[in-house]
């Protein structure tokens, strides 16, 4: 019987087996069909565009289940249990795990995206950071949380400017003087400001 030295697809170790053979043992064989179910599957709950097959344009929308924050869902299996769809896309088409400390970070800003091309990975900071670079940071009025609205600063601004107190000023809008006063220092609501936090501002 001829015997061929052949290299399992699954667990990459070099055999020799009959030239029918194409994994090292069965555990492998079930392992890798199993992979690549799990891959089909995966790619049959994503809407691709019609472009070239690696399309850097396009978001490929998740069509499965979407957590509260937008982000897709995917039921690997049994083993590994669900995961963010986009971070499995990631790791599916460079064929490696993405470090547990780092966050999968969209260039498009669109949670429910998985073009892998449009997936990045990014510690936490670096993820706050260009969202704000983009513009797609929830600040000011934008927050869900806020009390206060972009051109509420800039009454505070005009009525700080006619003597009234940062306490009287912090009642007619239900918040702190604390927070008056960190609107004024520049270290919330920067956006909002028509001057610079680096500029210096007596009030």
């Not at 920067?190 to 610079?196: D, E, R, V």
């Amino acid at each position: 019987m001829l015997l061929l030295s052949r290299l399992c697809p699954q667990c990459h170790t070099i055999f020799f087996r009959h030239k029918r053979y194409q994994y090292c043992s069965m555990q492998c064989a079930h392992r890798h069909r199993s992979i690549a179910s799990t891959i089909q599957r995966f790619s049959n709950k994503i809407s691709k565009c019609s472009h070239l097959p690696y399309c850097i344009y396009c978001c490929w929308t998740w069509n499965g289940t979407l957590n509260r924050k937008g982000y897709g869902v995917f039921y690997v299996n049994a083993e590994i249990g669900p995961c963010l769809a986009h971070r499995y896309a990631w790791e599916t088409w460079n064929g490696i795990t993405m470090p547990s400390n780092r966050h999968a970070a969209h260039y498009c800003h669109t949670p429910s995206c998985c073009n892998p091309l449009h997936i990045h990975p990014a510690t936490a900071l670096e993820n706050v950071h260009e969202s704000i670079r983009d513009n797609r940071h929830s600040y000011g009025s934008r927050n869900g949380h806020s009390k206060i609205t972009e051109n509420d600063i800039l009454t505070i601004l005009s009525m700080v400017l006619n003597g009234i107190s940062q306490t009287d000023i912090s009642h007619c809008f239900n918040i702190t003087p604390t927070r008056i006063s960190s609107i004024l220092n520049g270290k919330s609501w920067k956006k909002a400001l028509p001057y610079s936090s680096e500029e210096e501002k007596n009030f």
